[in-house]
């Protein structure tokens, strides 16, 4: 039998069609991995403040828990706030800038499925009309890219002007007005008329309610400079055990869990594009 002869017998052995199934189960693999949509998170104000990186970090804990590949950039370039509890994931861009730009757009395809970028104050209004510019709107419009807009809001009518401005920009994203009370804010509730007529400004807008964390809890996370879930796990940075208080990690596990209620009944997982984890201990 011929050399070829016998390499071609050799490549319908058994173990050569198991080896020939592994290449092709993983080239499907990688091409599925290729064509997953990116999924893009802006969280800003126009107001600083307001929390915002707050809700950054639950989001971040949240995509953790129920297994959702995620990156994230922090703006607020170059000291950062984010990266100082995500150091791993988070890398600290200048988003007015085009080649800071070029590291987060040009790399949506990357792999990972979720993309949360941390706007600093005052930047949510000249990110979105970046984003306009370079083309990322009419591509969000155009359902190649799932885009979702997490905008804070403070409790003055300044806020309820972003709302205005920010509207602007919606078509084809996802819009989340999030009322965050972790500074125990007061909503409008002396005219829920003139909030009602900014909010219904925006078509598929959707309202969403963070509770006020204990202060005391919130200022020892602060501390401590983790995740909230590696908090509530009596863990330190590098993941060893810490010596959490037993209350105050009591009090950020009920409050994380009522915030991951809120991103379940928006379904957020779906979203990214992921099933939503099962999860113990949310009383």
């Known amino acids: 039998m011929s050399r070829s002869l016998t390499l071609l017998s050799a490549m319908f052995t058994p173990k050569a069609e198991q080896r ?4 092709l189960r993983t080239a499907q693999a990688s091409q599925e991995i290729s064509m997953v949509k990116p999924v893009v998170i802006v969280v800003g104000a126009d107001k600083g403040g307001v929390g915002k990186t707050t809700v950054s970090r639950t989001l971040l804990d949240y995509f953790r828990v129920n297994n959702v590949q995620t990156r994230a950039f922090d703006t607020e370039s170059p000291r950062g706030t984010l990266k100082r509890f995500y150091p791993e994931i988070t890398e600290i861009v200048d988003m007015t800038t085009t080649t800071d ?3 987060i757009f040009d790399t949506l395809n990357a792999g990972l499925s ?7 104050a005052g930047l949510l209004s000249s990110a ?3 984003l306009r510019d370079i083309g ?3 591509s969000a419009r155009a359902g190649q890219i799932t ?16 709302i205005a401005e920010t509207a602007t920009f919606m078509n084809g994203a996802k819009y989340y007005l999030v009322k965050n009370f972790i500074n125990d804010t007061q909503f409008f509730q002396w005219d829920q008329a003139t909030y009602n007529s900014y909010f219904h400004r925006i078509k598929h807008a959707t309202e969403l309610v963070i509770p006020k964390l204990n202060e005391m809890a919130y200022e020892q996370v602060e501390v401590a400079s983790v995740p909230f879930v ?5 863990k330190g940075r590098n993941d060893e055990p810490a010596n959490n208080s037993f209350v105050l990690r009591g009090y950020v596990r009920h409050w994380l ?3 991951w209620r809120e991103f379940d009944r928006i379904n957020l997982t779906e979203l990214a594009g992921a099933k939503a984890t099962a999860r113990a201990g949310e009383n």
């Not at 020939?20 to 290449?23: A, N, S, T, V, Y």
């Not at 590696?230 to 009596?234: H, I, K, L, R």
């Open 20 to 23: 020939r199934l592994r290449i």
């Open 101 to 103: 730009q070029m590291k």
């Open 114 to 120: 979720v993309t949360v970028i941390d706007a600093r």
């Open 128 to 130: 979105l009309a970046s």
């Open 136 to 138: 990322f709107l009419d």
């Open 147 to 162: 885009f979702a807009v997490f905008h804070i809001l403070g409790s003055s009518i300044a806020s309820l002007d972003e």
């Open 230 to 234: 590696d908090f509530v796990a009596n």
């Open 257 to 259: 869990a009522n915030v």
